[in-house]
Protein backbone atom coordinates (compact mmCIF):
# COMPACT_ATOMS: atom_id res chain seq x y z
CA UNK A 1 0.00 0.00 0.00
CA UNK A 2 1.05 3.58 -1.00
CA UNK A 3 0.42 7.15 -0.21
CA UNK A 4 1.89 10.00 -1.77
CA UNK A 5 1.87 13.91 -1.76
CA UNK A 6 4.09 16.47 -3.28
CA UNK A 7 3.80 19.76 -0.79
CA UNK A 8 6.04 23.01 -0.52
CA UNK A 9 7.86 24.07 2.45
CA UNK A 10 7.54 28.17 3.83
CA UNK A 11 10.25 30.21 2.01
CA UNK A 12 13.55 30.16 4.16
CA UNK A 13 16.74 31.95 3.83
CA UNK A 14 20.21 30.35 4.26
CA UNK A 15 20.36 28.01 7.17
CA UNK A 16 19.15 25.44 9.27
CA UNK A 17 15.55 25.22 9.99
CA UNK A 18 13.88 22.22 11.89
CA UNK A 19 10.66 22.02 9.41
CA UNK A 20 9.28 18.29 11.62
CA UNK A 21 5.90 20.11 12.34
CA UNK A 22 5.50 21.72 9.05
CA UNK A 23 5.81 18.08 7.48
CA UNK A 24 4.23 16.82 10.25
CA UNK A 25 1.09 19.23 8.99
CA UNK A 26 0.81 18.22 5.37
CA UNK A 27 1.66 14.08 5.80
CA UNK A 28 -1.00 13.47 8.52
CA UNK A 29 -4.01 11.83 6.64
CA UNK A 30 -0.97 9.34 4.83
CA UNK A 31 0.20 8.14 8.65
CA UNK A 32 -3.25 7.36 9.74
CA UNK A 33 -3.96 3.45 9.70
CA UNK A 34 -0.40 2.81 9.63
CA UNK A 35 1.15 0.37 12.07
CA UNK A 36 4.18 -0.47 10.01
CA UNK A 37 5.57 1.72 7.47
CA UNK A 38 8.48 3.75 5.94
CA UNK A 39 8.44 7.65 4.76
CA UNK A 40 10.58 8.88 2.27
CA UNK A 41 10.87 12.60 1.84
CA UNK A 42 12.49 14.00 -1.25
CA UNK A 43 13.58 17.60 -1.99
CA UNK A 44 13.35 18.98 -5.66
CA UNK A 45 15.91 20.78 -5.38
CA UNK A 46 19.82 21.34 -5.99
CA UNK A 47 20.59 24.08 -3.58
CA UNK A 48 18.53 22.63 -0.52
CA UNK A 49 18.84 19.36 0.96
CA UNK A 50 17.04 17.99 3.84
CA UNK A 51 18.57 15.61 7.13
CA UNK A 52 17.69 14.57 10.49
CA UNK A 53 19.64 15.79 13.58
CA UNK A 54 18.80 17.38 16.83
CA UNK A 55 15.91 19.17 17.27
CA UNK A 56 15.56 20.93 21.08
CA UNK A 57 19.08 23.46 21.27
CA UNK A 58 18.85 26.02 18.35
CA UNK A 59 22.58 26.31 18.64
CA UNK A 60 22.83 22.83 16.46
CA UNK A 61 21.13 24.10 13.44
CA UNK A 62 23.34 27.47 13.41
CA UNK A 63 26.57 24.77 14.11
CA UNK A 64 25.74 23.07 11.34
CA UNK A 65 25.80 26.06 8.63
CA UNK A 66 28.45 27.30 10.55
CA UNK A 67 30.54 24.03 9.60
CA UNK A 68 28.98 23.28 6.36
CA UNK A 69 30.46 26.42 5.36
CA UNK A 70 33.83 25.99 6.27
CA UNK A 71 33.41 22.79 4.79
CA UNK A 72 32.49 24.25 1.67
CA UNK A 73 33.27 28.04 1.66
CA UNK A 74 31.35 30.44 -0.95
CA UNK A 75 35.04 32.08 -1.29
CA UNK A 76 36.26 29.24 -3.68
CA UNK A 77 36.86 29.96 -7.12
CA UNK A 78 33.68 28.89 -8.09
CA UNK A 79 32.84 28.52 -11.88
CA UNK A 80 29.00 27.81 -12.00
CA UNK A 81 27.30 30.80 -10.74
CA UNK A 82 24.83 31.40 -13.37
CA UNK A 83 22.26 32.30 -10.60
CA UNK A 84 24.55 34.17 -8.14
CA UNK A 85 27.86 33.42 -6.23
CA UNK A 86 25.74 31.02 -3.87
CA UNK A 87 25.16 28.73 -6.67
CA UNK A 88 27.40 25.75 -7.40
CA UNK A 89 28.53 25.85 -3.88
CA UNK A 90 24.63 25.39 -3.18
CA UNK A 91 24.59 22.04 -5.08
CA UNK A 92 27.96 20.89 -3.41
CA UNK A 93 26.43 21.09 -0.04
CA UNK A 94 23.07 19.45 -1.59
CA UNK A 95 25.34 16.54 -2.71
CA UNK A 96 26.88 15.84 0.19
CA UNK A 97 23.78 16.06 2.71
CA UNK A 98 21.53 14.62 -0.05
CA UNK A 99 17.82 15.12 -0.78
CA UNK A 100 16.13 11.97 0.42
CA UNK A 101 15.76 10.91 3.90
CA UNK A 102 13.96 7.92 5.01
CA UNK A 103 11.62 7.59 8.66
CA UNK A 104 10.35 4.16 10.31
CA UNK A 105 6.58 4.60 11.09
CA UNK A 106 4.91 2.78 13.87
CA UNK A 107 1.76 2.78 15.28
CA UNK A 108 0.74 6.03 12.76
CA UNK A 109 3.63 7.94 14.34
CA UNK A 110 7.50 9.15 12.84
CA UNK A 111 9.70 6.63 15.00
CA UNK A 112 12.33 9.49 15.68
CA UNK A 113 14.39 9.52 18.37
CA UNK A 114 13.71 12.09 21.48
CA UNK A 115 16.01 14.55 20.14
CA UNK A 116 15.90 14.06 16.68
CA UNK A 117 13.84 16.73 14.10
CA UNK A 118 13.72 17.06 10.47
CA UNK A 119 15.93 19.64 8.94
CA UNK A 120 15.50 21.70 5.93
CA UNK A 121 19.25 22.92 5.01
CA UNK A 122 18.66 26.01 2.81
CA UNK A 123 21.49 27.04 0.80
CA UNK A 124 20.86 30.23 -1.23
CA UNK A 125 21.10 33.55 1.16
CA UNK A 126 18.02 34.90 -0.69
CA UNK A 127 14.27 33.02 0.95
CA UNK A 128 13.13 30.24 -1.02
CA UNK A 129 10.33 27.79 -0.86
CA UNK A 130 11.10 24.06 -1.88
CA UNK A 131 8.97 21.13 -3.17
CA UNK A 132 8.73 17.81 -1.16
CA UNK A 133 7.45 15.00 -2.23
CA UNK A 134 6.49 12.56 0.44
CA UNK A 135 5.70 8.95 -0.09
CA UNK A 136 4.60 6.29 2.99
CA UNK A 137 5.09 2.78 2.50
CA UNK A 138 3.39 0.02 4.49
Same mark, same amino acid.
Given at each position: ?55 ? =? ?23 ? =?????? %? ?5 ? %? ?5 ? %????? =? ?31
Amino acid at each position: MGWQKTFTLNRRAKGCHLVTEEILAQIQPGLRDIQVGMLFLFIQHTSAALTINENF =DRDVRTDMDMALDNIVPESLDWLHT =DEGPDD %SVSHTKT %SLIGNTI %SIPIT =DGRLNLGTWQGVYLTEFRHAPHSRRVVATILS
